[in-house]
C-alpha cells in the first residue's frame, strides 16, 4: 500500500494516484459530509472515483483535477473522538465536524479543545460536571492534563495571572442558545470557589449574585433560547495580590429596547415583567395595580406568556433576595418594582382619535393612565396632555402641535423604552457600587459573555451593530492565533515561515472608517428631513465598488456586507430611527420634577450619571432628547451622540482593554434549533463554526507544523520503528528520533526539529502511524505465516500417501482412455479441415472488396476535412491578431485612468491631511496664545491709533484749507477768463462748457467736506468708546484687587477658624474612638480562645509574606510605622486621586476629558503642588548642603579646640549621655530645652556651695562641670539654629505664597483683559465658569483635607491597636517573669547527703519551673534527642508529674501543667505545620499521655491488664475524665495535620506514578497529541510507583520508631489509600487519554504493587486495600471486552463499587490506543445503563479526595512502670527531684 501523506496537499486534498481502500469525505446536501471508501484505484486523469458509502451503497463520484475537487481524506479511526481537534492529522472542515458528532453523540461530551479554543456544544440537558469536586479537580491541574472543561480554561486563565502577573480574559461567545451565559456563570462560579476573599465581605457571593438580577432584567425567551442575553457584558473580577476576589466591575453592550415595546410571535418581553406578573399578589405589591402578563399589551405580544419548567414567582423571589445581598435598600426595589408598574400601564392606555384624524386624546378616566402617574410621581394633567401633543419651535414662534394617533402610539413607545433603558443603566451602576472595593486591584480577570454572529430573514440596526462586534473580536482572535503560533515556532528555534490568513479589515473599514457604514448613518440622521432611502442611495453611491458591500437585485432599501461568516442583507428602514433613538423632552422634563427622587435621578443628564458612577465604565444605550428649542451651548453635542457612535466607542474601550490581557477563547455551538438533548444538526453546526473562527484556526494551524511530539512520546510510540542497531549506538533520544526520521520521512520539508519537540506537516503522523501499522501487521502475518504452514504441513503429509495410491489406478485407466480418443480425433480432424477451409475463402472475399471501398470513401473524408481545418486556422489567426491588440490598448487605457485616479486620491489625501493639521493648529492653545500675545498691550495700541488718526486728521485739515483756498483762487481766475472770453469773443459753447467745469468742482468740494466730516465723527465716536472702555478697565482692577485682599483675609481667618474647629473636633472624636476601642477591645479578648488558631495562622503568614520578595502586600503593622516616618513624602491620597484622575482620562478619552471641569482643574492643581513641592525640596536640599558643610568646619575647630586634660571629663559625660538615650531614644535629636537649662542650675547651684576649688578640682569635677557647660552651651545653640531655621522655613513659605498669589493675579487679570473682548452675554457665561472653578477648587481643597484627615485616623487607629497589643505582650511577660527563689537555690547549693530510698515513680518540680519544664520538654525538643530512650518519654515524664501533684492535692498545679502542656504542643504543632516526623511525634506522645490517664485514673474498666505495682502509680485524689476529653481533641487535630502533611506529600505524584509511569515497558503507546500537551508527559515532572512506595515506607518507619499505636498507623494507612484512590480516579474519570486497554494493565499491575507493600507491612486488616476497590474495578472494566450482551452483564456484575454515571463515563472515555482495538459502540453502553436501572447510586460522579474517616484511639495500656523509667540527661531536666 502506497504512503498516504503523499496523497494529501496542505487543504488535506489526495492528489496524484491514490489507493484502494483510502477514506475520503465528500459533500452531501443532508449531513452537510459523509464518508466514502474509494473501491478502486485512482489514477491521474481520472474523472470518476469509484467510492462505496457507509452504507454499502456503490457510488460514481465525478470529480475536476484541475479545479482541485478531489475530496479531503479522512482521518485513522485511532485519530476520531480526540480532545483537541488540533491532534487530527487532517485538519479540514468534515474532520472537525464528525470529531465534534462523534464526542457528543457517542460519548456525550460537550467540550472540545480546538488549539487555544474551548468548543462548548450546548447539550439542553443538565450534567452532573460542574459540582464543588469538579471545581477541586480542576483546581490546580494544566490545561491539557484533564478533559476539556470549561473549568480547565478558568484555572488556567488564574494560573496565568498568578505566574505571569497580567490580566486575563475569558471570551464566551455563540449565537442566542448556544449556552453562553451559563458558561460565563460556571467561569465565575469557579473563580468565587478558587479565589476565595480572604476578608468578611463575601464579595465573591455578591459577584454570583449579580447573575439572577441581570438576568432578569436583560434576558428574554427568544424563537432560539428560552433564557437568551439581550444585551453584551464584561465582567472584571478584581484580585489583589494574594489573588483572592476583592471585587469586580461590569460593562454593558447594546441592550436590546425594542423588546420593551414590541415581541415576535413566541417570544417573551425581559424576565422581570413576568416575575412581577407573577407575584402580583404579594401584600406590599398591591399598589402597583398589577394582573396576569395576559392583561398587559407590553407582555402579551408573543402569545404565550409561561416557559415550560420556569416558575416566575420563585425567580423573583430570588432577585429579590440578590437584589438585598447586593445592598440595595427595600425603598429602592419598591421605586424599581414601581417604574416596571408603570412601564406596563404605559403600554395600555388607549388614544382615541378625533375626527379630523390628525389628533388624539386619552379619557381623563383612564385608570392606566392615572396609575403610570402615581406610580412615577408625576403630574396627571401634565403628562396627558404631552402625551398627545408636541412642540414645535420655529425662530420667531413656538408651536403645540397635536400628534395623529400613530405618532403617539411612536412617543408612547420611545418613552418606556427610554424609562427601562435608564432603570437599567441605574441597577448595572448600583451593582458595580455593590461589587466595588476600596482595596487595590493587583490583577483581574474579565469574563467576556458577548453575543455571536447573527442573521434572521429580516436583519435590522440591532443585527448590523452585533455582527459589527463580532467582526472586531474576529480580527482580535486570529492576530492572537497569529502570534500564538509564531510564539511557538520562536521558543523551539523553528524557522518562521509568514502564514497567511483571513483580514477581515477591509470589511471593519467599510463600518467604521471614515464615510464608512456608521459616518453615513450619523450624517444622515443629522439631515432635519433624512429618510432610510435617502441614506441607503448614499450607501450605494460610496461603497457599490467595496468588495465587501454589495446592492441586492430586488431591492432599494437594503444592502448586503460580505462579513468574515457569511452575507448577511440588512433591511435599512428604522435604522435612523434607531440610531438616533429620540424621545420627546417635554415629557422627560415631566419626569425630572417628579416627587420620587430616584425617578427624577433616573433622568437627569447622562455626564451626572457618569460622574456619580466611575466604576461604570459600560455604554449601555443613551438616549438623545428631541429637544423643543434648538441650542446653541457647546455642552450638548454629547447629548447627541447616536447610539451606533456610543457602540462604536464602547467597542473600541472593550477591545482596548482585551488587547491589554491575555485571551482565552470559549466558543458556544447551538447543535439543533428545537432545543432537543443531545441532538446534532450538521448544517447548523457547520454554519456556527464557519461564524465563530474555529475553521480558521484550524486553517492557521494546519498552514505550518499542526502535528508536534516531544521527544520522549515519539521514541515511546515509534520505537518499534527503530533499528536496533540505531538503538544500541546512540543513547540520546533525540539523536535517535532524528535518524529515523530522516529515514522514513526523505522530504526534510515535512518536519523540523525543535529544541523540545518534533514538528509535522499535516499528513504525516498519519503516515507515520500507518507505517507503524504497517510493521505490526506484518509481525501478525510472519507469525500466523509460520504456524499456518506448520499446520499445513501435517495435512499435506497424510494426504500425499493417500494420493499416490489414487493416482496408480486412476492413470492406467485414463492411459487406456486416451489412446482410443486420439485414434478418433484424428479422423475428425482431416474431415474439419476441408470443410472450414473452404468456408473461410468465401468470406475472406467478400470482406476484402467491401473494405477497399470504405477506405477509398474515408480517405478523401479526411483529406477534406484538414483543408477546411487549416483554413479555418488561418482565418482565427487573423482574428486573434486584431483582438489581441485591441485588448492591449483597452488594458493601456484602463491602467492610466487608474493612475490617475490613485494620483488624484492621494493629492486629496495629502490635502486632507495638511487641512486637518491647520484645523488642528487653529484649535491647539499655542496658536490661542499666538492669536492673544499682546493682548494686554491692546489699550496701548488703541491709544496709538488715536494718535495716528489726530495726526491723521490734522493733515486732512491742512489738505483742505489748502484745496479750498486753491479752489477759490482758480474760480475767481476762472471768473475773470470767463468775462474775457464773453467780452473777446461772446461764444455760448465756451461758457456752457466752464460753467459745467465749475459745477464738477463745486460738487467735489462738497464730496470733500462730507469725507471730511465722516472721518470727525469717527474720530470722536472712537475716542469716547476707548476712553469708556479704559475708565472701566481701571474701576473693575480697582474693585478685583479689593475683592482679592477680601478674599485672602477672609480666607486666612476662615482657615485659622477652621484649623482650630477641626483640630478640637479631630480630638474630641479621637478620645471617643478610644474609647470605643477600649470597649472592642475587651469583647475581643473574650473570644480569644476561639481566634486563636486563625490568629497565629494569619501573624505567621504575615511573617512568610514579610521575608518573601516580589509582590507581596506589606503587613499592616509595618505600613502604618513606615508612615511614622519623619521622611517628607507625598500624600497617597494625592498620588491616588491624581493616579484615579489620569486613568479616568485614558478610560473615558480625551474629548470627554477636557469637557469634564472637575477632572482638569484637579490634575491642574495637582501639578501646581507637586511643582511646588519639587522647589520646596529643593530649597531645604540646598540649605541641608550648606548647613553639612557650617557643621562640618565647626566640628574641625571644635576638635582643634579640645584638651587632653579635659578627654576624660569628655568621655565621662558621652558615657552618660549614652545611658539617657538607652531611655530616650531620640535625645541626639530632639532635647528639651527645660531639662539643659535644669541641669545648666545645677551646675552652678554646685558650684555656689561649694567652696574650696582645689577640692572641688581634684577628681576633675572642675572639667567635668566645664564639659557640661560646653555641652548647655551646644545644646541652647542648637536650639536657637533650629529656630532660626523654622523661621527661615516660614518666610520662604510665605514668600512663595506671595509668588503664588502674584501668578494668580497676573492669571485673573489676563483672564480679565480675555473677557473684555467678549460680548456681555459671553461675559457673564464666562464670569459663572470662573466662579464654578473657583468652588470646584474649595471643595477640592476641603475634599483632600477630609482624606487627609480620615488617612490620619486610621493610622492613628493602627498605633493605638499595636500599642494595645504591646501593652498585653508586656503584661503577659510580666507575669510569666519568674521571680527569685532563695530557697531554691540554697537547696541546690548545699550537698546535704540523703539516704537512698526506692522510687516512687513521681517528679516533683517547682511551680516557678513550669515554663522551663515546658520549653525544655515540648518547646525545644527534637523527636531525635530521644530516639535512643524508651518511646513516648516526654508523655511519661509529663505523666509522673501529674502524679506528684496529685499527690500533694495541688489541683492548681494539676491543672496550671496540664493547661500549659497542651498550649505547648499546640505551638510546636503550628511552627512545625509541615513536619511530619515532628507531628507523628507528638501524636504518639499526646496518645500515651491519654493512655496513661486512662490507665491510671483508678477506674476498673482500665485497670484489667495493671500489674500490682502499676495499680500503686494510679492516680489519688482527682478526676481527670474532662482533660482525657481534651487529650482526646488535640490527639484528633495532631492527626487530622498528620493526614494533612502526608496528602500534600503524596497527592503531587500519584497521578503520574499510579496512571502514567510504565511500569511494564513497552506496554502503552502514547497517542498523538492536539495543542494542549499534557506537562505531565515531560520526564522531569514525573514520579513513578516506587517513589510512592518509598515515601509510604519512610512514613510507616518514622510512625513505628516513635512508638504510634499500630491501630493509629492502620487507620493512617487507610485514609491515605483512600486518598490515592480518589485521586487516580478522579482523574480517571476526567482524562480520555488514559482510559485504554494498556493503562488499565498497567493500573492493575501498580495496583497489586501497592497491595504487596501493604501485605509485606502486615496492613492488610486495615482496611486500606478495599479502599482501592473502584479503582481496582476500573483497571478491570478498561480490560474487559465490550461487545456483547454477555460482555455487559459481566460488566453489571463485576463493578459493584463504581456509581453507574462513572461505569458509563468509563466506557465513553475509553480509547483504543492502536487501531486493533474497536470502539465502544453506543449501543452497548445504552445495554450498561439498562442493566444498571436498578441500582439507586447517588448522582456524584467524582469521589471526594478530602474526605477523612473519622479515627479511633483504642485504648492500649503500657506494660511499663514509671519507677523504671530513666531521664537523660540531654534532656536538661535537672531541676526534677525523683521522689
Known amino acids: 500500500m502506497e504512503r498516504e501523506g503523499v496523497c494529501a496537499d496542505r487543504e488535506f486534498r489526495f492528489k496524484g494516484p491514490c489507493p484502494k481502500y483510502t477514506r475520503v469525505w465528500i459533500p452531501d446536501p443532508e449531513e452537510v459530509w459523509k464518508s466514502a471508501e474509494i473501491i478502486k484505484d485512482y489514477k491521474d486523469g481520472d474523472r470518476t472515483l469509484h467510492l462505496k458509502l457507509e452504507d454499502d451503497t456503490v457510488l460514481e463520484y465525478p470529480i475536476n483535477p484541475e479545479a482541485n475537487e478531489l475530496p479531503f481524506l479522512r482521518n485513522p479511526d485511532i485519530l476520531v473522538g480526540e480532545n483537541d481537534l488540533t491532534a487530527l ?79 486575563q480574559s475569558i471570551i464566551v461567545s455563540g449565537e442566542s442558545g448556544a449556552g453562553k451565559t451559563v458558561s460565563a456563570k460556571y467561569a465565575m462560579r469557579f473563580f468565587a470557589s478558587v479565589g476565595g476573599s480572604s476578608s468578611e465581605t463575601n464579595i465573591e457571593e455578591k459577584v454570583l449574585a449579580s447573575s439572577p438580577i441581570m438576568e432578569s432584567i436583560g434576558n428574554a425567551k427568544t424563537t432560539r433560547n428560552d433564557n437568551s442575553s439581550r444585551f453584551g457584558k464584561y465582567i472584571q473580577i478584581g484580585f489583589d495580590k494574594r489573588y483572592h ?181 441605574w441597577i448595572v451602576q448600583h451593582v458595580n457600587k455593590a461589587l466595588y472595593t476600596t482595596a487595590k486591584q493587583h490583577s483581574f480577570i474579565g469574563v467576556l459573555d458577548i453575543y455571536g454572529f447573527e442573521t434572521f430573514e429580516v436583519n435590522s440596526f440591532e443585527q448590523f451593530c452585533i455582527n459589527y462586534a463580532n467582526e472586531k473580536l474576529q480580527q482580535q482572535f486570529n492576530l492572537h492565533v497569529f502570534k500564538l503560533e509564531q510564539e511557538e515556532y520562536m521558543k523551539e528555534q523553528i524557522p518562521w515561515t509568514l502564514i497567511d490568513f483571513y483580514d477581515n479589515q477591509p470589511c471593519i473599514d467599510l463600518i467604521e472608517a471614515k464615510l464608512g457604514i456608521f459616518d453615513l448613518l450619523d450624517e444622515e440622521c443629522k439631515v432635519p428631513k433624512g429618510t432610510d432611502e435617502n441614506w441607503a442611495q448614499k450607501l450605494y453611491d460610496r461603497h457599490g465598488s467595496s468588495q465587501h458591500f454589495q446592492k441586492p437585485r430586488m431591492s432599494n432599501t437594503s444592502f448586503i456586507v460580505v462579513h468574515f461568516a457569511d452575507k448577511v442583507e440588512y433591511q435599512c428602514e428604522g435604522f435612523l ?7 420627546y423632552e417635554e415629557q422627560i422634563n415631566i419626569l425630572k420634577a417628579s416627587k420620587y427622587p430616584m425617578v427624577a435621578d433616573l433622568f437627569h443628564d447622562g455626564k451626572d450619571t457618569k460622574a456619580g458612577a466611575p466604576g461604570m465604565k459600560g455604554v449601555s444605550s443613551k438616549v438623545n432628547i428631541r429637544s423643543a428649542r434648538p441650542t446653541v451651548k457647546a455642552a450638548n453635542k454629547e447629548h447627541k451622540k447616536t447610539v451606533g457612535h456610543q457602540f462604536r466607542n464602547s467597542l473600541h474601550l472593550l477591545m482596548e482593554t482585551l488587547n491589554a490581557t491575555t485571551p482565552h477563547y470559549v466558543r458556544c455551538i447551538k447543535p439543533n434549533d428545537e432545543k432537543l438533548p443531545f441532538s446534532f444538526d450538521p448544517k447548523r453546526a457547520v454554519q456556527q463554526l464557519r461564524a465563530c473562527g474555529v475553521l480558521e484556526t484550524i486553517r492557521i494551524s494546519a498552514a505550518g507544523y499542526p502535528s508536534r511530539w516531544t521527544y520522549h512520546d515519539f521514541f515511546n510510540r515509534y520505537r ?135 477506405q477509398a470513401f474515408t480517405r478523401g473524408m479526411f483529406v477534406r476535412k484538414t483543408f477546411r481545418k487549416v483554413l479555418a486556422e488561418h482565418k482565427a489567426t487573423v482574428i486573434q491578431k486584431n483582438a489581441r491588440a485591441w485588448l492591449a490598448r ?49 489699550v496701548v495700541q488703541l491709544q496709538r491709533k488715536i494718535d495716528e488718526q489726530q495726526k491723521e486728521y490734522k493733515l486732512l485739515n491742512e489738505q483742505l484749507s489748502t484745496n479750498s483756498s486753491a479752489y477759490s483762487s482758480e474760480l475767481e481766475k476762472l471768473k475773470k477768463e470767463l468775462e474775457r472770453h464773453r467780452r473777446k469773443s461772446g461764444d455760448g459753447n465756451q461758457i456752457t462748457s466752464l460753467q459745467e467745469e465749475i459745477d464738477s468742482l463745486r460738487l467735489a468740494l462738497e464730496e470733500a467736506h462730507g469725507e471730511r466730516k465722516i472721518v470727525e465723527d469717527t474720530y470722536v465716536k472712537e475716542k469716547d468708546i476707548l476712553r469708556k472702555r479704559i475708565s472701566d478697565l481701571e474701576e473693575e482692577n480697582v474693585l478685583l484687587k479689593e475683592e482679592k485682599e477680601a478674599l485672602n483675609s477672609k480666607i486666612l481667618r476662615q482657615s485659622e477658624d477652621e484649623f482650630a474647629q477641626n483640630a478640637a473636633e479631630e480630638n474630641a472624636l479621637m478620645k471617643k474612638e478610644l474609647e470605643e476601642e477600649r470597649f472592642r477591645y475587651q469583647n475581643l479578648v473574650k473570644e480569644y480562645s476561639r481566634l486563636e488558631q486563625r490568629y497565629d495562622n494569619l501573624r505567621d503568614e504575615m511573617t512568610v509574606v514579610k521575608q518573601t520578595p516580589g509582590h507581596r502586600r506589606n503587613p499592616s503593622n509595618q505600613s502604618s510605622l513606615e508612615s511614622d516616618s519623619n521622611y517628607p513624602s507625598i500624600s497617597t491620597s494625592e498620588v491616588g486621586d491624581t493616579e484615579d484622575a489620569i486613568q ?73 549621655n549614652v545611658n539617657m538615650q538607652t531611655n530616650w531614644p531620640n535625645s541626639d535629636k530632639h532635647v528639651d530645652p527645660e531639662d539643659a537649662i535644669e541641669a545648666y542650675h545645677g551646675v552652678c547651684q554646685t558650684n555656689r556651695k561649694t567652696e574650696d576649688w582645689g577640692y572641688l578640682n581634684e577628681d576633675g569635677e572642675l572639667g567635668l562641670a566645664y564639659q557640661g557647660l560646653k555641652q548647655v552651651a551646644r545644646l541652647l545653640e542648637a536650639q536657637l539654629q533650629d529656630q532660626q531655621r523654622e523661621h527661615e522655613e516660614e518666610v520662604e513659605a510665605l514668600k512663595d505664597q506671595i509668588e503664588a498669589l502674584r501668578e494668580e493675579m497676573a492669571k485673573q487679570q489676563d483672564i480679565f483683559y480675555q473677557t473684555l473682548q467678549l460680548s456681555p452675554e459671553a461675559q457673564v457665561e464666562f464670569g459663572i465658569q470662573q466662579e464654578i472653578t473657583r468652588l470646584t477648587n474649595e471643595n477640592l481643597d476641603l475634599k483632600e483635607l477630609l482624606e487627609k484627615l480620615e488617612k490620619n485616623e486610621r493610622k492613628l487607629k493602627k498605633q493605638l491597636k499595636i500599642y494595645m497589643k504591646k501593652v498585653q505582650d508586656y503584661e503577659a511577660n510580666q507575669v510569666s517573669v519568674r521571680p527569685e527563689k532563695p530557697e531554691h537555690e540554697l537547696t541546690r547549693q548545699v550537698a546535704v547527703q540523703r539516704k537512698e530510698k526506692e522510687f516512687q515513680g513521681m517528679l516533683e518540680y517547682y511551680k516557678e519551673d513550669e515554663p522551663l519544664l515546658i520549653r525544655n520538654l515540648i518547646a525545644e525538643l527534637k523527636p531525635q534527642a530521644v530516639s535512643a530512650t524508651v518511646p ?60 496513661c490517664l486512662k490507665q491510671y485514673s483508678g477506674d476498673t474498666g482500665f485497670m484489667t491488664q495493671n500489674t500490682p505495682k502499676q495499680n500503686e502509680h494510679c492516680l489519688t485524689n482527682f478526676d481527670l475524665t474532662e482533660y482525657r476529653q481534651v487529650l482526646s481533641d488535640l490527639s484528633i487535630q495532631i492527626y487530622q495535620q498528620l493526614i494533612k502533611i502526608a496528602e500534600g506529600v503524596l497527592q503531587p505524584m500519584i497521578v503520574t506514578a499510579v496512571l502514567e509511569n510504565e511500569s511494564i515497558q513497552g506496554l502503552s503507546g502514547v497517542k498523538p497529541m492536539g495543542y494542549r500537551k499534557r506537562s505531565s508527559s515531560t520526564e522531569e515532572n514525573t514520579f513513578s510507583l516506587e517513589a510512592i512506595v518509598r515515601q509510604l515506607n519512610a512514613f510507616h518507619g518514622i510512625m513505628c520508631d516513635q512508638g504510634l499505636d499500630p491501630e493509629i498507623i492502620q487507620q493512617v494507612f487507610k485514609q491515605l489509600f483512600y486518598m490515592i484512590n480518589a485521586v487516580a480516579l478522579n482523574n480517571l474519570l476526567l482524562r480520555k487519554d488514559v482510559c485504554s486497554w494498556s493503562t488499565g494493565m498497567q493500573l492493575r499491575f501498580n495496583i497489586s504493587q501497592l497491595e504487596e507493600w501493604l501485605r509485606g507491612k502486615n496492613l492488610l486488616q486495615s482496611g486500606a486495600a478495599e479502599t482501592m476497590e473502584p479503582l481496582i474495578q476500573a483497571a478491570q472494566l478498561l480490560q474487559l471486552k465490550k461487545k456483547t450482551s454477555e460482555d455487559a452483564e459481566a460488566i453489571c456484575s463485576l463493578c459493584t463499587s463504581l456509581t453507574t454515571q462513572q461505569i458509563v463515563k ?37 469521589l471526594d479526595f478530602k474526605y477523612m474517616f473519622p479515627v479511633l484511639f483504642p485504648f492500649s495500656p503500657s506494660s511499663l512502670t514509671m519507677d523504671s523509667i530513666h531521664i537523660p540527661a540531654s534532656l536538661n531536666l535537672e531541676f526534677l527531684n525523683k521522689v
Open 89 to 167: 492529522s487532517y485538519l479540514h472542515e468534515p474532520a472537525v465536524l464528525h470529531n465534534l458528532k462523534v464526542r457528543f453523540l457517542e460519548s456525550n461530551h460537550i467540550y472540545t479543545y480546538c488549539g487555544i479554543v474551548l468548543v462548548a456544544i450546548n447539550p439542553y440537558e443538565q450534567l452532573p460536571i460542574y459540582g464543588q469536586d469538579v471545581i477541586y479537580a480542576y483546581s490546580g491541574q494544566n490545561m491539557g492534563d484533564m478533559d476539556p472543561h470549561i473549568f480547565a480554561v478558568a484555572e488556567e486563565a488564574y494560573k496565568q495571572m498568578a505566574r505571569d502577573e497580567k490580566n
Open 720 to 854: 518499534v520503528l527503530m533499528k536496533k542497531s540505531d538503538l544500541s549506538k546512540k543513547a540520546d533520544k533525540k539523536a535517535i528520533c532524528k535518524t529515523v526520521l530522516e529515514n522514513l520521512i526523505k522530504d526534510p520539508d515535512k518536519f523540523q526539529f525543535g529544541r523540545t519537540k518534533i514538528f509535522f506537516r499535516a499528513g504525516q503522523v498519519a503516515y507515520l502511524e500507518k507505517l507503524r501499522a504497517d510493521k505490526f501487521r506484518s509481525a501478525t502475518i510472519m507469525i500466523q505465516k509460520t504456524v499456518r504452514g506448520w499446520l499445513q504441513k501435517l495435512k499435506y503429509r497424510r494426504t500425499r500417501e493417500a494420493a499416490i495410491r489414487i493416482q496408480r489406478h486412476t492413470r492406467g485407466h485414463l492411459a487406456r482412455r486416451l489412446a482410443d480418443r486420439l485414434r478418433k480425433t484424428k479422423a475428425a480432424i482431416v474431415f474439419q479441415k476441408q470443410y472450414r477451409m473452404l468456408r473461410i475463402r468465401r468470406a475472406y472475399q467478400m470482406i476484402r472488396g467491401a473494405t477497399v471501398t470504405i
Open 1706 to 1742: 468509563i466506557l465513553n472515555l475509553y480509547t483504543p490506543v492502536n487501531e486493533f482495538e474497536e470502539r465502544v459502540t453506543v449501543g452497548f453502553i445504552r445495554n450498561i445503563q439498562a442493566h444498571l436501572q436498578e441500582r439507586n447510586d447517588p448522582p456524584q460522579l467524582l
Open 890 to 938: 483597452k488594458h493601456f487605457l484602463r491602467f492610466r485612468c487608474a493612475a490617475v485616479v490613485i494620483q488624484c486620491y492621494f493629492r486629496r489625501m495629502k490635502a486632507r491631511q495638511e487641512l486637518k493639521a491647520l484645523k488642528i493648529e487653529a484649535r491647539s492653545a499655542e496658536h490661542l496664545k499666538r492669536l492673544n500675545v499682546g493682548m494686554e498691550n491692546k
Open 1432 to 1491: 513516648c518519654l516526654p508523655a511519661y515524664i509529663l505523666y509522673m508529674c501529674i502524679r506528684h501533684a496529685d499527690y500533694i492535692n495541688d489541683d492548681h498545679k494539676v491543672h496550671s501543667l496540664l493547661t500549659s502542656t497542651i498550649n505547648g504542643i499546640k505551638k510546636v504543632l503550628k511552627k512545625h505545620n509541615d513536619d511530619f516526623e515532628m507531628t507523628s511525634f507528638w501524636l504518639s506522645n499526646a496518645c500515651r499521655l491519654l493512655h
Open 577 to 583: 430611527e434607531k440610531n438616533r433613538d429620540t424621545v
Open 1144 to 1216: 479616568q482620562v485614558e478610560e473615558i478619552g480625551l474629548e470627554k476629558a477636557a469637557m469634564d471641569m472637575t477632572l482638569f482643574l484637579k490634575l491642574q492643581k495637582r501639578v501646581r503642588e507637586l511643582e511646588q513641592e519639587r522647589r520646596k525640596l529643593q530649597s531645604q536640599l540646598e540649605k541641608k548642603e550648606n548647613e553639612n558643610k557650617k557643621s562640618q568646619v565647626i566640628e574641625m575647630k571644635n576638635e582643634m579646640d579640645l584638651d587632653r586634660d579635659t578627654d576624660l571629663a569628655y568621655n565621662s559625660l558621652k558615657e552618660s
Open 245 to 425: 476576589i476583592i471585587g469586580a466591575n461590569m460593562r454593558t453592550y447594546l441592550l436590546e429596547k425594542s423588546r420593551v415595546v414590541f415581541q415576535a410571535e413566541d417570544e417573551r418581553n425581559y424576565h422581570i415583567f413576568y416575575q412581577l406578573c407573577a407575584s402580583a399578589g404579594l401584600p406590599e405589591f398591591k399598589d402597583l395595580a398589577l394582573s396576569s402578563a395576559e392583561d398587559f399589551f407590553y407582555t402579551a405580544q408573543g402569545g404565550d406568556t409561561s416557559i415550560d419548567g420556569v416558575d416566575d414567582a420563585s425567580d423573583f423571589e430570588k432577585t429579590r433576595q440578590a437584589f438585598t445581598l447586593l445592598g440595595v435598600k427595600e425603598s429602592h426595589q419598591m421605586t424599581i418594582f414601581k417604574i416596571l408598574a408603570a412601564i406596563l400601564h404605559l403600554g395600555n392606555l388607549d388614544f382615541q382619535p378625533e375626527r379630523d384624524g390628525e389628533s388624539c386624546t386619552i379619557s381623563k378616566q383612564d385608570e392606566h393612565l392615572h396609575n403610570f402617574c402615581r406610580l412615577l410621581g408625576v403630574e396627571h394633567s401634565q403628562m396627558e396632555h404631552w402625551l398627545c401633543h408636541r412642540k414645535l419651535v420655529t425662530t420667531s414662534e413656538t408651536y403645540i402641535k397635536p400628534m395623529s394617533v400613530q405618532q403617539v402610539v411612536n412617543a408612547r413607545n420611545a418613552l418606556a423604552k427610554h424609562i427601562y433603558a435608564q432603570l437599567f443603566n
